[in-house]
């Protein structure tokens, strides 16, 4: 039976009518479950965010989400938006501009910019949200992982080239450091195969000034998605001037940083916060699951923790799988003390966490707690954002 042209007009014209499924191209990002955006705040999390002046963009990759955290008036104030995977997040201070790499196939940097403003009768609607601005795609097989500005533009962990790329403003990008082991010929050794998990960029000024963590120093038959990948004390950090390490000893380490002209690092399979110490890293908290996702401000650390995949657990020799929540710590680097946590119980990987200053950006286009509807309509249909 052919069907009614009536019943196929009436389906087709209520389809893709949801700020949230034009946003971010995907017709099921309307329907989020509630579970996962429930959280418990344990200590004075919300009062040490607050004293900072910065919004937390975060990343929690395997449940599609990009979370806004910040505090308004004493209050909490979580937003969020759907994104397919999202990985690496990146704030361009210089262009008022948030990335963020969205990791399936094919890859997307996502741009989002504050909202300045409306167009017509939509004053009564908050400003310095992040909204979306431009999407551009690459090859599903750069694998990307995570992103950072090195001087004034935009890299990232090409991570099945073995090789950090820099991208251009045209939707562009060329491989412009490698470790020594994948180098052959002055070139890399790319083969389109994760051989070294080169997974995070502590960006300096220049990429000599950077740093690049990775889950084993040189290529071998056995490659980091194999089940069979030694992992224990494998792990390096490399510097960007001779691409050798200068730290060893690690285990699946994440989200290298620097800050405050030391070199730190999530030491992920043992569930550790650590700081460079020669060619060690000294451990400077121990928190409850996988570490991934670091973010500065003055003397606190944000840290991220994520729950173990099964499949993975011999990835976390040092981690209590039974004990690993997914969430966010506020560490005093000074000390080690845990200052406070906020964590999802439905939660399960975080990869991602950026400082956004308050006054620039206090979150994301949709309200946690809230149900979408004419507030978000309205936003999408008159924003008004800086041009490029």
């Excluded at 009518?17 to 705040?41: C, K, N």
């Excluded at 290298?256 to 043992?270: E, F, I, K, M, T």
Aim: net charge positive.
């Amino acid at each position: 039976m052919r069907p009614n042209p009536n019943d196929q007009w009436a389906k087709h014209h209520v389809q893709w009518r949801d700020p949230a499924q034009i946003a971010s191209w995907w017709e099921d990002a309307d329907r989020t479950d509630p579970g996962l955006l429930r959280q418990r705040a344990r200590g004075k999390f919300w009062e040490v965010l607050e004293s900072t002046g910065q919004t937390l963009i975060v990343s929690r990759e395997y449940e599609h989400l990009l979370m806004g955290l910040t505090a308004l008036n004493g209050r909490p104030y979580t937003t969020y938006m759907r994104i397919p995977h999202p990985s690496g997040v990146a704030w361009d201070a210089s262009r008022d501009r948030i990335h963020v790499a969205s990791t399936r196939n094919p890859n997307q940097i996502l741009d989002l910019s504050p909202i300045e403003g409306y167009a017509g009768q939509a004053g009564d609607l908050e400003s310095n949200l992040l909204i979306p601005a431009r999407s551009r795609f690459y090859r599903g097989a750069l694998y990307l992982h995570d992103l950072a500005m090195v001087g004034d533009n935009l890299h990232g962990n090409a991570v099945s080239m073995n090789s950090v790329v820099e991208f251009d403003d045209k939707g562009g990008f060329e491989p412009v450091w490698w470790p020594k082991s994948m180098e052959q010929g002055g070139q890399t050794a790319n083969a389109g195969l994760n051989y070294l998990q080169l997974n995070s960029i502590a960006a300096g000024p220049t990429l000599k000034q950077s740093f690049f963590s990775a889950s084993a120093e040189a290529p071998s038959s056995r490659r980091p998605g194999h089940l069979n990948f030694p992992v224990d004390k494998r792990g390096v950090i490399f510097g960007g001037e001779h691409g050798e390490p200068v730290v060893r000893g690690l285990t699946r380490p994440h989200s290298a940083r620097l800050h405050q002209g030391r070199l730190w690092v999530d030491n992920s399979g043992y569930g550790q916060l650590g700081v460079q110490n020669g060619k060690k890293m000294d451990v400077v908290a121990k928190l409850p699951g996988w570490t991934r996702g670091l973010a500065f401000h003055s003397n606190i650390a944000f840290v991220g923790t994520s729950r173990i995949i099964p499949r993975f657990a011999r990835y976390a020799p040092g981690v209590n799988a039974n004990r690993a929540a997914c969430g966010l710590h506020a560490v005093d680097i000074k000390t080690g003390e845990v200052l406070g946590s906020l964590i999802w119980p439905e939660g399960n990987q975080i990869f991602a966490i950026e400082c956004v200053p308050f006054g620039k950006a206090i979150g994301l286009p949709f309200q946690a707690g809230r149900k979408a509807g004419s507030r978000e309509r309205r936003m999408f249909y008159s924003f008004i954002i800086k041009p490029d």
